[in-house]
Protein backbone atom coordinates (compact mmCIF):
# COMPACT_ATOMS: atom_id res chain seq x y z
CA UNK A 1 0.00 0.00 0.00
CA UNK A 2 1.65 3.46 -0.83
CA UNK A 3 0.89 5.79 1.83
CA UNK A 4 1.26 9.76 1.96
CA UNK A 5 1.14 11.38 5.38
CA UNK A 6 -0.38 14.77 6.30
CA UNK A 7 0.70 16.78 9.02
CA UNK A 8 3.83 15.87 10.59
CA UNK A 9 3.16 17.00 14.46
CA UNK A 10 3.63 14.50 17.30
CA UNK A 11 0.67 12.27 15.76
CA UNK A 12 1.94 12.59 12.27
CA UNK A 13 5.55 11.90 13.20
CA UNK A 14 3.77 9.03 15.38
CA UNK A 15 1.97 7.56 12.40
CA UNK A 16 4.82 7.35 10.61
CA UNK A 17 6.73 5.53 12.66
CA UNK A 18 3.92 2.54 12.85
CA UNK A 19 4.01 2.60 8.48
CA UNK A 20 7.61 2.06 8.49
CA UNK A 21 7.31 -1.11 11.39
CA UNK A 22 5.44 -2.61 8.61
CA UNK A 23 7.66 -3.02 5.21
CA UNK A 24 6.15 -5.62 3.97
CA UNK A 25 2.77 -3.81 3.90
CA UNK A 26 3.47 -0.54 3.48
CA UNK A 27 5.49 1.81 1.17
CA UNK A 28 6.03 5.50 2.63
CA UNK A 29 5.45 7.67 -0.56
CA UNK A 30 5.14 11.25 0.69
CA UNK A 31 4.96 13.24 3.44
CA UNK A 32 3.26 16.90 4.43
CA UNK A 33 3.85 19.56 6.72
CA UNK A 34 3.39 23.58 6.65
CA UNK A 35 6.94 23.48 8.14
CA UNK A 36 9.37 22.53 5.56
CA UNK A 37 11.92 22.14 7.58
CA UNK A 38 10.16 19.10 9.50
CA UNK A 39 8.66 17.41 6.14
CA UNK A 40 12.28 17.19 4.63
CA UNK A 41 13.65 15.84 7.93
CA UNK A 42 10.52 13.26 7.85
CA UNK A 43 11.09 12.56 4.62
CA UNK A 44 14.53 11.72 5.24
CA UNK A 45 14.37 9.95 8.01
CA UNK A 46 11.48 7.31 6.42
CA UNK A 47 13.20 7.25 2.90
CA UNK A 48 9.85 9.19 1.15
CA UNK A 49 9.70 9.93 -2.22
CA UNK A 50 8.79 13.57 -1.45
CA UNK A 51 7.85 16.26 0.75
CA UNK A 52 5.56 18.78 0.25
CA UNK A 53 4.55 22.44 2.37
CA UNK A 54 1.00 22.21 0.75
CA UNK A 55 -0.77 18.79 1.40
CA UNK A 56 -2.81 19.39 -1.91
CA UNK A 57 0.82 18.75 -3.97
CA UNK A 58 0.56 15.44 -1.94
CA UNK A 59 -2.68 14.20 -2.93
CA UNK A 60 -2.02 15.13 -6.71
CA UNK A 61 0.32 11.99 -6.46
CA UNK A 62 -1.18 9.08 -9.04
CA UNK A 63 1.12 6.65 -6.64
CA UNK A 64 -0.27 7.45 -3.44
CA UNK A 65 -3.16 4.78 -2.20
CA UNK A 66 -4.01 6.31 1.33
CA UNK A 67 -3.54 8.83 3.47
CA UNK A 68 -2.69 9.29 7.27
CA UNK A 69 -4.35 12.93 8.01
CA UNK A 70 -2.47 14.19 11.28
CA UNK A 71 -3.37 18.05 11.17
CA UNK A 72 -5.23 19.80 14.25
CA UNK A 73 -8.29 19.44 14.41
CA UNK A 74 -10.34 22.57 12.98
CA UNK A 75 -8.66 21.18 9.53
CA UNK A 76 -9.91 17.56 9.32
CA UNK A 77 -12.69 18.66 7.27
CA UNK A 78 -11.22 20.55 4.68
CA UNK A 79 -8.18 17.58 4.19
CA UNK A 80 -10.57 15.15 4.58
CA UNK A 81 -13.14 16.30 1.84
CA UNK A 82 -9.91 16.70 -0.27
CA UNK A 83 -8.30 13.63 0.24
CA UNK A 84 -11.73 11.82 -0.63
CA UNK A 85 -11.85 13.78 -4.29
CA UNK A 86 -8.36 13.05 -4.20
CA UNK A 87 -9.41 9.40 -4.43
CA UNK A 88 -7.34 8.40 -1.31
CA UNK A 89 -8.94 6.11 1.94
CA UNK A 90 -8.58 8.15 4.95
CA UNK A 91 -7.29 7.65 8.04
CA UNK A 92 -8.29 10.28 10.19
CA UNK A 93 -7.26 11.40 13.96
CA UNK A 94 -9.48 11.73 15.98
CA UNK A 95 -11.66 13.74 16.80
CA UNK A 96 -13.40 13.07 13.61
CA UNK A 97 -14.30 17.47 13.08
CA UNK A 98 -15.57 20.76 15.27
CA UNK A 99 -19.11 20.32 14.49
CA UNK A 100 -21.84 17.45 13.23
CA UNK A 101 -22.34 19.41 10.02
CA UNK A 102 -18.24 18.80 9.09
CA UNK A 103 -18.53 15.43 10.06
CA UNK A 104 -22.02 15.29 7.44
CA UNK A 105 -19.19 16.95 4.73
CA UNK A 106 -16.55 14.01 5.39
CA UNK A 107 -18.83 11.10 5.24
CA UNK A 108 -20.47 12.52 2.21
CA UNK A 109 -17.16 12.76 0.25
CA UNK A 110 -16.15 9.85 0.98
CA UNK A 111 -18.88 8.03 0.18
CA UNK A 112 -19.08 9.65 -3.07
CA UNK A 113 -15.45 8.80 -4.30
CA UNK A 114 -16.08 5.64 -2.71
CA UNK A 115 -12.93 5.63 -0.25
CA UNK A 116 -12.22 3.96 2.61
CA UNK A 117 -12.62 6.58 5.85
CA UNK A 118 -11.60 5.11 9.48
CA UNK A 119 -11.02 7.47 12.60
CA UNK A 120 -7.64 6.65 14.79
CA UNK A 121 -9.41 5.62 18.10
CA UNK A 122 -6.83 3.53 18.61
CA UNK A 123 -7.67 2.09 22.12
CA UNK A 124 -10.54 0.21 20.55
CA UNK A 125 -8.01 -2.21 19.60
CA UNK A 126 -6.73 -2.95 22.69
CA UNK A 127 -6.65 -6.86 23.10
CA UNK A 128 -8.61 -6.11 26.30
CA UNK A 129 -11.07 -3.97 24.94
CA UNK A 130 -11.87 -6.57 22.08
CA UNK A 131 -11.85 -9.12 24.77
CA UNK A 132 -13.97 -7.72 26.50
CA UNK A 133 -16.09 -6.80 23.82
CA UNK A 134 -16.34 -10.46 23.01
CA UNK A 135 -17.77 -11.26 26.22
CA UNK A 136 -20.65 -8.72 25.69
CA UNK A 137 -21.88 -9.88 22.44
CA UNK A 138 -21.92 -13.42 23.17
CA UNK A 139 -23.93 -12.85 26.53
CA UNK A 140 -21.57 -13.70 28.97
CA UNK A 141 -22.10 -10.32 30.88
CA UNK A 142 -25.96 -10.16 30.20
CA UNK A 143 -27.79 -7.35 30.72
CA UNK A 144 -25.25 -4.61 30.95
CA UNK A 145 -25.74 -1.66 33.60
CA UNK A 146 -22.35 0.25 33.98
CA UNK A 147 -19.84 0.95 32.03
CA UNK A 148 -17.07 3.53 33.34
CA UNK A 149 -14.13 4.11 31.72
CA UNK A 150 -11.43 6.63 32.68
CA UNK A 151 -8.01 8.64 32.60
CA UNK A 152 -5.86 10.61 34.67
CA UNK A 153 -2.66 12.52 34.16
CA UNK A 154 -0.99 15.48 35.88
CA UNK A 155 -0.11 17.82 33.38
CA UNK A 156 -0.46 21.06 35.55
CA UNK A 157 3.36 21.99 34.75
CA UNK A 158 2.87 22.21 30.89
CA UNK A 159 3.10 25.57 29.56
CA UNK A 160 1.16 27.17 27.35
CA UNK A 161 3.62 26.94 24.93
CA UNK A 162 3.98 23.13 25.08
CA UNK A 163 0.12 22.42 24.22
CA UNK A 164 0.44 24.39 21.07
CA UNK A 165 -2.79 24.85 19.34
CA UNK A 166 -4.67 22.45 21.57
CA UNK A 167 -4.07 24.94 24.29
CA UNK A 168 -6.86 27.14 21.69
CA UNK A 169 -10.17 25.90 22.29
CA UNK A 170 -11.05 27.27 18.93
CA UNK A 171 -8.74 25.04 17.17
CA UNK A 172 -8.83 22.40 19.08
CA UNK A 173 -12.61 22.10 19.64
CA UNK A 174 -12.24 21.93 23.58
CA UNK A 175 -9.83 20.45 26.06
CA UNK A 176 -9.18 17.65 27.87
CA UNK A 177 -12.18 16.04 26.77
CA UNK A 178 -11.39 16.76 22.97
CA UNK A 179 -7.95 15.69 23.24
CA UNK A 180 -8.40 12.96 25.62
CA UNK A 181 -11.33 12.18 27.32
CA UNK A 182 -12.99 11.49 23.20
CA UNK A 183 -11.04 8.43 23.83
CA UNK A 184 -12.71 6.94 26.92
CA UNK A 185 -15.81 8.26 25.45
CA UNK A 186 -14.54 5.93 22.13
CA UNK A 187 -14.52 3.15 24.41
CA UNK A 188 -18.08 4.13 26.07
CA UNK A 189 -19.39 3.50 23.03
CA UNK A 190 -18.04 0.58 21.38
CA UNK A 191 -18.85 -1.51 24.61
CA UNK A 192 -22.16 -0.10 25.64
CA UNK A 193 -23.55 1.06 22.66
CA UNK A 194 -25.99 3.91 21.05
CA UNK A 195 -26.27 7.08 23.89
CA UNK A 196 -29.36 8.49 24.66
CA UNK A 197 -28.56 11.49 27.19
CA UNK A 198 -25.84 13.01 28.21
CA UNK A 199 -24.45 15.12 31.05
CA UNK A 200 -21.54 16.64 32.14
CA UNK A 201 -19.81 18.72 34.12
CA UNK A 202 -16.57 20.27 33.26
CA UNK A 203 -13.99 23.01 34.84
CA UNK A 204 -10.81 24.42 33.93
CA UNK A 205 -8.57 24.19 37.61
CA UNK A 206 -4.98 24.96 37.58
CA UNK A 207 -3.64 24.63 33.76
CA UNK A 208 -3.52 27.80 30.84
CA UNK A 209 -5.83 26.26 28.57
CA UNK A 210 -8.55 27.93 26.94
CA UNK A 211 -10.84 24.44 27.66
CA UNK A 212 -11.39 22.24 30.36
CA UNK A 213 -8.84 20.41 32.57
CA UNK A 214 -11.20 18.29 34.57
CA UNK A 215 -14.34 16.78 33.48
CA UNK A 216 -16.96 14.00 34.01
CA UNK A 217 -20.00 12.00 32.12
CA UNK A 218 -22.64 10.69 32.94
CA UNK A 219 -24.14 8.87 29.67
CA UNK A 220 -27.97 7.09 29.67
CA UNK A 221 -27.57 3.91 26.71
CA UNK A 222 -30.52 3.26 24.49
CA UNK A 223 -30.28 0.09 26.23
CA UNK A 224 -31.38 1.81 29.66
CA UNK A 225 -27.52 0.69 31.13
CA UNK A 226 -25.27 3.77 32.69
CA UNK A 227 -22.03 5.27 31.24
CA UNK A 228 -19.48 7.45 33.53
CA UNK A 229 -16.74 8.83 31.36
CA UNK A 230 -13.87 10.72 33.88
CA UNK A 231 -11.22 12.36 31.82
CA UNK A 232 -8.38 15.11 33.87
CA UNK A 233 -5.21 16.36 33.21
CA UNK A 234 -4.68 17.67 36.49
CA UNK A 235 -4.89 14.63 38.62
CA UNK A 236 -1.72 13.27 40.51
CA UNK A 237 -0.92 9.64 40.01
CA UNK A 238 1.99 7.55 41.00
CA UNK A 239 2.77 6.50 37.03
CA UNK A 240 2.42 9.10 34.22
CA UNK A 241 -1.03 8.47 33.58
CA UNK A 242 -3.85 6.05 34.94
CA UNK A 243 -6.58 5.04 33.06
CA UNK A 244 -9.32 1.89 34.05
CA UNK A 245 -12.35 0.00 32.29
CA UNK A 246 -14.91 -1.18 34.49
CA UNK A 247 -18.28 -3.24 32.70
CA UNK A 248 -20.76 -4.54 34.65
CA UNK A 249 -23.73 -6.82 33.78
CA UNK A 250 -26.57 -8.33 35.29
CA UNK A 251 -24.67 -11.43 34.94
CA UNK A 252 -20.87 -10.69 35.15
CA UNK A 253 -18.18 -7.73 35.21
CA UNK A 254 -14.85 -7.30 33.65
CA UNK A 255 -12.95 -4.87 34.78
CA UNK A 256 -9.45 -3.81 33.18
CA UNK A 257 -6.42 -1.83 34.24
CA UNK A 258 -3.43 -0.27 32.60
CA UNK A 259 -2.51 1.55 29.78
CA UNK A 260 -5.53 0.59 27.21
CA UNK A 261 -3.50 2.60 24.65
CA UNK A 262 0.14 0.61 24.45
CA UNK A 263 2.09 -1.39 27.32
CA UNK A 264 0.49 -4.47 29.03
CA UNK A 265 -2.89 -4.20 30.40
CA UNK A 266 -4.44 -6.42 33.37
CA UNK A 267 -8.48 -7.77 33.06
CA UNK A 268 -10.61 -9.41 36.14
CA UNK A 269 -13.56 -10.82 35.12
CA UNK A 270 -16.18 -11.88 37.61
CA UNK A 271 -18.91 -14.42 36.61
CA UNK A 272 -22.15 -14.62 38.48
CA UNK A 273 -22.06 -18.74 37.19
CA UNK A 274 -18.52 -19.43 39.41
CA UNK A 275 -19.35 -19.90 43.13
CA UNK A 276 -19.03 -17.31 45.25
CA UNK A 277 -18.50 -14.92 42.58
CA UNK A 278 -15.15 -16.62 41.88
CA UNK A 279 -12.51 -14.54 39.35
CA UNK A 280 -10.68 -15.12 36.18
CA UNK A 281 -7.35 -13.04 36.10
CA UNK A 282 -5.35 -12.37 32.42
CA UNK A 283 -3.15 -10.40 31.02
CA UNK A 284 -3.05 -8.90 27.58
CA UNK A 285 -1.48 -10.31 25.94
CA UNK A 286 -1.37 -13.12 27.89
CA UNK A 287 2.09 -14.03 27.13
CA UNK A 288 3.51 -10.78 28.26
CA UNK A 289 3.08 -11.30 31.70
CA UNK A 290 3.71 -7.28 32.33
CA UNK A 291 7.11 -7.92 30.58
CA UNK A 292 6.25 -6.75 26.85
CA UNK A 293 3.49 -4.87 25.32
CA UNK A 294 1.37 -4.15 22.35
CA UNK A 295 0.63 -1.70 20.32
CA UNK A 296 -2.59 -0.42 19.37
CA UNK A 297 -1.29 2.04 16.55
CA UNK A 298 0.30 -0.82 15.20
CA UNK A 299 -3.25 -2.64 15.11
CA UNK A 300 -5.23 0.23 14.14
CA UNK A 301 -3.28 0.94 10.69
CA UNK A 302 -3.21 -3.31 10.82
CA UNK A 303 -7.10 -2.74 10.45
CA UNK A 304 -7.09 0.11 7.93
CA UNK A 305 -4.87 -1.29 5.38
CA UNK A 306 -6.63 -4.65 5.83
CA UNK A 307 -10.06 -2.91 5.10
CA UNK A 308 -8.91 -1.53 2.34
CA UNK A 309 -7.48 -4.52 0.58
CA UNK A 310 -10.93 -7.12 1.35
CA UNK A 311 -13.73 -4.10 0.94
CA UNK A 312 -14.41 -4.37 4.70
CA UNK A 313 -16.37 -1.62 6.75
CA UNK A 314 -13.82 -0.43 9.35
CA UNK A 315 -14.53 -0.96 12.97
CA UNK A 316 -14.77 2.84 13.82
CA UNK A 317 -16.07 4.48 10.55
CA UNK A 318 -17.36 7.51 9.29
CA UNK A 319 -20.40 7.03 11.21
CA UNK A 320 -18.89 6.00 13.92
CA UNK A 321 -16.69 8.89 14.14
CA UNK A 322 -19.80 10.94 14.20
CA UNK A 323 -21.48 9.49 16.91
CA UNK A 324 -18.63 9.59 19.32
CA UNK A 325 -18.12 12.99 17.85
CA UNK A 326 -21.72 14.10 18.74
CA UNK A 327 -21.90 12.55 22.20
CA UNK A 328 -18.44 14.78 22.69
CA UNK A 329 -20.44 17.99 21.85
CA UNK A 330 -23.76 16.87 23.70
CA UNK A 331 -21.41 16.83 27.00
CA UNK A 332 -19.90 20.62 26.05
CA UNK A 333 -23.89 21.82 25.63
CA UNK A 334 -24.73 19.68 28.99
CA UNK A 335 -22.01 21.33 30.49
CA UNK A 336 -22.81 24.68 29.70
CA UNK A 337 -26.04 24.85 29.72
CA UNK A 338 -26.19 22.83 33.10
CA UNK A 339 -28.98 20.53 31.58
CA UNK A 340 -29.29 16.98 30.06
CA UNK A 341 -28.74 16.48 26.52
CA UNK A 342 -31.01 14.31 24.35
CA UNK A 343 -29.54 12.53 21.24
CA UNK A 344 -29.37 13.11 18.45
CA UNK A 345 -28.64 16.52 18.48
CA UNK A 346 -30.87 19.10 16.37
Known amino acids: MKIGV???????????????????????????????????????KYNAKAWYTDYNKLLERPDIDAVSICVPNYLHAEVAIASAEAGKHMLLEKPMAVSLEEADRIIKAAEKAEVKLMLGYNHVFNPMIQHVKGLIKNGCLGKLSIVKSQYVRNLTKMSRENFGWRAD??????????????????????????????????????????????????????????GIVICSWVAEFKGPE????????????????????????????????????????????????????????????????????????????????????????AAYESAKMKRVVSLPLS
Open 169 to 226: AIRAGGGVITESGVHRISLSWYLGGEVREVSAFTERLAMDIDGEDNAAILLTYKSGGL
Open 6 to 44: IGLGAQGKLHLNKYACLPDHVEIVAVSDVVSSVAEEMAR
Open 242 to 329: WEKIEVYGTKGSAIGYGDTRSGVAYLEVSDADIPEYGRIHSYFPPEANFKGGFDTYTEEIKHFLDCIIKGARPIVDGYAGKAILEITL
